[in-house]
C-alpha cells in the first residue's frame, strides 16, 4: 500500500484532481454526445424527420 500513501500526498493530488475532473467532463460531453446521436438515429429509422 505504498503506492497509495504516495498518491494520497497533497502534492500529487493537486496534480490528479484537475486532470481527473477534465477528463471526466470530457468522458461525460462524449457519452451525451452519443446518446442524442443514438436517439437520432432511432428517430430516422422510425420515419421522423429530425431536422425539423
Do not use: C, T, Y
Amino acid at each position: 500500500m505504498e503506492w497509495l500513501s504516495q498518491i494520497l500526498r497533497p502534492e500529487v493530488l493537486s496534480l490528479l484532481i484537475p486532470i481527473v475532473a477534465i477528463i471526466g467532463a470530457f468522458a461525460v460531453a462524449a457519452l451525451n454526445a452519443h446518446h442524442k446521436h443514438q436517439e437520432r438515429i432511432e428517430r430516422i429509422k422510425q420515419g421522423f424527420n429530425p431536422d425539423k
